[in-house]
């Protein structure tokens, strides 16, 4: 496995955070959930020690735990976050949930260029991701795709040995599983997935083992 990708578990949520490092000293962070001092002491030192310009702040999806520490990444970094358009209304939810569930939240900060699905490609230095849109968690969740090293970074749609949750405003069940079906167990089965919550799982784990969503 390349180890230029590396994970954060973040807040109280246990949101995995990744800095995906481009290999010329340039890095791109995905769904920034750094709440609390120590977490964003703990991530810019990382950037420090490896000397390491953070460039870009990508999201998967705006629910609360992804989000946390987007104003923090615009005010350290200068970085606006940018997500799909149709994941707006999550976005535009996140301060309520935020105080629905009684945490702390900075305000949102403005969004950067919408991210454009189905099959657009960011160039992250040595990596190329395939922008594929994904929804059934959340309306405009993306997974980020990279065929050249074999991963995905994937939000909430699947995890090790589950899916995400379909109960949350814009959730559907049977989207999601779609969404599965045709956008990940249509990569090769050696594809590792990165989610937003939990460990990393293998495409072909997932298919012939997931209790949720078959191939
Ligand atoms: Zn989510
Ligand atoms: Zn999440």
């Known amino acids: 496995m390349m180890n230029d990708l590396h994970t954060f578990t973040f807040n109280v949520f246990s949101e ?8 010329n000293g340039e890095a791109t962070v995905f769904d920034p959930g750094m709440s609390s001092f120590d977490e964003r002491e703990d991530f810019d030192s990382f950037l420090q020690s490896r000397e390491l310009k953070l460039v870009e702040c990508l999201l998967t999806h705006a629910h609360l735990d992804h989000v946390l520490g987007a104003n923090w990444i615009v005010e350290k970094y200068g970085l606006l976050p940018r997500l799909h358009d149709l994941d707006i209304p ?14 702390p939240m900075d ?3 403005s969004r950067g260029v919408p991210l454009e699905g ?54 559907d069940a049977s989207t999601l599983a779609k969404s599965i079906v045709e956008q990940l167990y249509t990569l090769p089965d050696n594809f590792e997935v990165h989610p937003g919550h939990g460990l990393s799982t293998t495409v072909g784990k997932e298919k012939a083992t997931n209790p949720f969503v078959h191939s």
């Open 16 to 23: 995995n955070t990744y800095l995906l490092d481009h290999g």
């Open 118 to 171: 189905q099959g657009s490609i960011i160039s992250c230095g040595n990596y190329d991701l395939e922008v594929r849109l994904a929804p059934g968690h959340s309306l405009g969740h993306v997974v980020f795709v990279c065929h050249e090293y074999s991963f995905v970074i994937g939000g909430d749609v699947l995890f090790n040995g589950s899916v995400g949750r379909t109960d949350l405003p814009g959730g």
């Open 107 to 109: 305000p949102l900060p």
């Open 90 to 103: 999550t976005w535009d939810m996140a301060e309520k949930s935020a105080h629905v569930y009684g945490i």
